[in-house]
């Protein structure tokens, strides 16, 4: 489904999850990645008033959510934008995360869980957004609870790579439960 009419599905939860999210994110000069996604664009909206904050995405939307911020360095990556997410991917996204470190990443996904790790429906999304993963001291999944529990094609990083979830309390008890086993730190919002 487009970015566009995704938008308002969840709004209120993608909204609390985003607060939450921000409050995570350390004070003073710091450094950010962003994937595309509905719920990434709720936790920008947050960010955005924050000083000393530098802002790396492939998410268009993101950017011109946020470009005319003059308290946020805005880096955008290079590639081919898909018409669906509007999201800059293949190897030019890539080298520009592959040529940068952030304190945190923020991924929107479309599944996590304890066999898939994060995944998403496109592949080459998943590969440009695993080398932001892999120049990410750490790496904060935000998800809607339905996602939580659900695989997707492709996948873009393993739960061992993922340290934070934030959700709502939609999701499936038991499986986050399996997320909080396997080492993950698991926020629950209410829904």
């Not at 869980?113 to 695993?130: I, K, L, P, V, Y």
């Not at 120049?135 to 094609?153: C, E, F, P, Y």
Request: glycine share 8%; charged share 20%; proline share 3%.
């Amino acid at each position: 489904m487009p970015v566009r009419l995704r938008d308002a599905k969840y709004r209120e939860a993608k909204q609390r999850i985003a607060r939450r999210a921000a409050q995570l994110v350390p004070d003073g000069p710091y450094s950010i990645a962003l994937s595309g996604g509905t719920t990434t664009a709720e936790v920008v909206k947050v960010l955005a008033t924050r000083p000393n904050l530098a802002i790396i995405t492939n998410s268009l939307t993101t950017v011109m959510a946020i470009a005319s911020r003059p308290n946020l360095k805005v880096i955008i990556t290079g590639g081919v934008v898909r018409s669906s997410s509007y999201e800059a991917v293949g190897v030019l996204a890539e080298n520009t995360f592959n040529a940068i470190n952030v304190g945190t990443a923020i991924l929107g996904t479309d599944g996590i869980s304890s066999r898939g790790g994060a995944t998403t429906h496109d592949e080459t999304e998943a590969r440009t957004n695993h080398a932001m993963v892999a120049h990410a001291q750490r790496v904060m999944v935000v998800a809607d609870g339905s996602k939580v529990g659900r695989i997707t094609l492709a996948k873009v990083a393993d739960l061992s790579e993922i340290h934070i979830l934030v959700t709502d309390e939609t999701a499936d008890k038991a499986e986050l439960e399996r997320i909080r086993a396997a080492g993950i730190e698991v926020h629950v919002v209410p829904a």
